[in-house]
């Protein structure tokens, strides 16, 4: 079976200072990999998008970048946080294509201090 | 573009009232409708989905029905739990695109 991780579980950073968060996926291979940001009482956010290796599409314009350096790993990066960077971080893996459903990470709470 | 439209929340229910949280949607093409359940400090879980016209998605009490003419996809629960109690986002997948479109999210309280 497929299963999703994502760590740190939370974490507490200055303005100024550098992020990495990073998901993986077991029991799958090739799989579109997604970041979305989540901030208090919101809804879904989509950052970032993967199809492969080394291929990222971006959604927003922002302090944000992400890199997918293996098959299943998705690593989203700063280089330097803002305020407004705070907020609930989830992954997700899915297959493409309109009938496949995506799959969650447990998710990263981040608050920028 | 794509769009899905909830009701406004929170949704305040009583233990075994009926529930029903309204979702539509605006889309291109044919897509596919899910739902999705997100409880406190989690991440989202696949709740039910449906891929065709008048497919009913089942699951854990909860149904939903893809009505291609109404364009809407309401989620139905006969009785809930105070276990229920979450954030409820609809979402549409396009055949051949590669991105979800959710919905803003609808939170459900249940009293006991």
């Known amino acids: 079976s497929q299963t999703i991780h994502q760590w740190p579980a939370t974490l507490v950073q200055p303005v100024g200072s550098p992020l990495s968060l990073e998901c993986t996926v077991e029991g799958t291979s090739n799989p579109n990999l997604y970041w979305y940001r989540q901030a208090a009482g919101r809804g879904l956010q989509l950052l970032f998008y993967s199809v492969g290796i080394g291929q990222i599409s971006s959604e927003v314009p922002q302090n944000l970048s992400a890199s997918r350096p293996q098959d299943r790993q998705f690593i989203l990066s700063s280089k330097k946080l803002l305020l407004s960077d705070s907020g609930f971080y989830l992954c997700a893996w899915g297959r493409g294509g309109g009938t496949y459903e995506q799959y969650f990470g447990p998710g990263t709470r981040l608050t920028v201090t | 573009g794509d769009s899905v439209t909830q009701m406004e929340g929170p949704v305040t229910l009583s233990e075994e009232a009926f529930l029903t949280i309204n979702c539509t949607y605006t889309a291109t093409g044919y897509p596919s409708l899910f739902w999705y359940v997100q409880y406190p400090g989690e991440g989202l879980q696949l709740l039910l989905k449906?891929?065709?016209?008048?497919d009913k998605g089942s699951n854990k009490g909860f149904e939903a029905t893809y009505r291609k003419e109404t364009t809407s996809f309401h989620l139905e629960k006969g009785s809930v739990q105070v276990s229920d109690s979450a954030v409820y986002f609809c979402a549409l997948s396009e055949t051949y695109g590669q991105n979800f479109v959710f919905g803003p999210g609808t939170r459900l309280s249940v009293l006991p």
């Open positions: 449906a891929t065709k016209a008048d």
